[in-house]
């Protein structure tokens, strides 16, 4: 889509004072919104107000940590007042040593956008152009490639967000429509004149939560959807399995009040007929990863209000150090680039999401074998006939579900604990936020693919169920779901390669596709 026509499509998400959610950030990371900043004058002035200030003090000959001192341990180094202009170059430059794959154009978006948001607090000393700047970059979508590892998450994400300075100053490399190019031609190219940092600036890009609460909000929208669609798939494995609904009455988890888990509770009862009398020819109890399906995936939807008040609030701090206080003309040296409050909130998440990912391996285990899934073929493979005795179904597929679950739940230690003494014993205790988010979206992207394998495999196997048993009655909401998934993947008779299908739905997952409960 040309530029100006995906304008006219987008939203307009607003940057001042006031609070931002993870939608807005999800919303300019996927280019469904634009980033503007606002007209409001008192806006303006808090902004201003700060660097004012930093410039009264400077010309009063004022000791600023960051603006008239090295970094870090460096701090009792007093930098000449003829050399205090060239400080945040240096800062960026020396910090150009991050490795590993580089971040996605939505990852970079998302950084791009939560930086912004914490500068618009006014608390950082900067110039209302550096704001301007970096969304000219979001406006043209020219991204800096930002390599994901080199960051322990305090003093903030030092390392990826210097590959952000370096680029507003004309410096580094871009992604621009998905070709890497330098940043001086790309800027140059846009007619945006790069940046000389004023002395707090540099750090003030840097010195911050900005990597990690950027990949925290990725991870939490793509969690939020698992919840619903490992439901549905719950759903779907029941009635495979000619399972007994009552295990989701209203009643018996009215007694157990975790919100979330009875939210769960009550889409199973929207997807599946539970009668107020069981039937006679049920099972009195399921095993555990059908009938406490709610109970673990309720676990990470009581979860996500914690999870999102962490993640939104680091969202709308101002996170860097020191904090100008404009209007009280303070310079307030603390530590607020810390992310324990984003690693505890990752490494909590990928623990819950690869416990879905763990419970709907175990629901494939019974789907698939004849001795558990009450009637259905072996690996729920659809020959029949002399051909059934080459056809394998879905053998190999649970081997590579198994496998893809053993890889989620091996990432699930917590990185937060892995604290490590760094430079010079001045960041001697730090948060690792980073590599938890990393690890969590790595665990997220594991989980996808077991859940794309079994969206497979409860496809096949309601199809296989009500060949079995033409009158079984399917509830409208898996009517609908399994007529989405037969557009996508046909039923298995003859033995297919599934890699195709896999990818497809992969694809399906991460645009969240399906609308499943209200």
């Known amino acids: 889509m040309h530029p100006a026509d995906l304008k006219k499509h987008q939203r307009t998400v607003h940057f001042d004072q006031s609070r931002l959610t993870i939608k807005d950030v999800i919303e300019i990371a996927y280019r469904k919104s634009r980033a503007s900043l606002s007209d409001d004058p008192t806006f303006r002035a808090a902004i201003t107000r700060g660097a004012d200030f930093l410039d009264r003090l400077l010309r009063e000959d004022g000791t600023i940590y960051g603006v008239t001192t090295g970094y870090g341990d460096s701090c009792t180094v007093t930098v000449p007042a003829n050399l205090v202009d060239e400080l945040p170059h240096h800062l960026y430059t020396y910090h150009g040593c991050g490795l590993g794959a580089y971040f996605t154009p939505e990852q970079t978006r998302a950084v791009m956008a939560v930086r912004l948001a914490s500068l618009c607090k006014g608390y950082s000393g900067v110039s209302f152009g550096l704001l301007e700047q970096i969304v000219r970059l979001l406006d043209a979508d020219l991204l800096p490639l930002i390599p994901s590892e080199g960051s322990v998450g305090a003093s903030g994400d030092l390392t990826p967000l210097s590959y952000l300075a370096a680029v507003l100053c004309g410096e580094r490399e871009v992604l621009r429509d998905g070709v890497q190019i330098t940043a001086a031609q790309a800027l140059n190219d846009a007619g945006i004149t790069p940046l000389r940092l004023r002395p707090k600036e540099g750090l003030a890009i840097m010195n911050g939560t900005a990597a990690m ?56 009862r929207q997807d599946l007929q539970c009668e107020q009398t069981e039937r006679n020819d049920k099972r009195l109890q399921d095993r555990y990863s059908i009938r406490c399906a709610p109970h673990v995936i309720g676990v990470l939807a009581d979860a996500l209000p914690f999870f999102r008040q962490s993640i939104e609030n680091e969202l709308n701090s101002a996170n860097d150090n020191p904090i100008i206080d404009g209007e009280g003309e303070r310079v307030l040296h ?47 493979s659809g020959m029949e006939g002399p051909r059934a005795a080459i056809n394998h179904g879905l053998k190999a597929l649970q081997i590579s579900s198994s496998a893809w679950t053993a890889e989620a739940l091996k990432l699930t230690m917590p990185a937060s604990v892995f604290s490590r003494s760094t430079e010079c014993h001045n960041q001697d205790k730090v948060s690792m936020g980073t590599i938890a988010a990393r690890d969590c979206l790595r665990v997220l992207e594991l989980t996808e693919q077991v859940v794309a394998a079994l969206l497979i495999t409860v496809r096949q196997g309601v199809w296989l169920r009500r060949r079995v048993n033409s009158e079984l009655v399917l509830e409208p909401s898996l009517v609908q779901m399994m007529e989405s998934l037969g557009a996508d993947v046909a039923a298995i008779q003859e033995d297919r390669r599934l890699e195709p299908d896999l990818r497809l739905l992969l694809e399906r997952i991460r645009q969240q596709a399906w609308n499943l409960y209200a």
């Open 213 to 268: 609460t950027a990949l925290a909000c990725l991870a939490y929208d793509r969690a939020e959807y698992l919840t619903q669609l490992c439901t549905r798939i719950t759903a779907m494995a029941s009635f495979a399995l000619d399972g007994n609904a009552h295990h989701f009455d209203e009643t018996l988890f009215s007694v157990k009040p975790h919100a979330g888990m009875q939210q769960v509770a009550s889409w199973l």
């Open 334 to 380: 603390g530590g607020h680039f810390y992310g324990g409050h984003i690693a505890f909130a990752m490494d909590g998440m990928k623990n819950a999401v690869a416990n879905l990912a763990d419970l709907l391996d175990r629901q494939m285990a019974l789907l698939v074998d004849s001795r558990y899934n009450h009637g259905l073929p072996a690996n729920l």
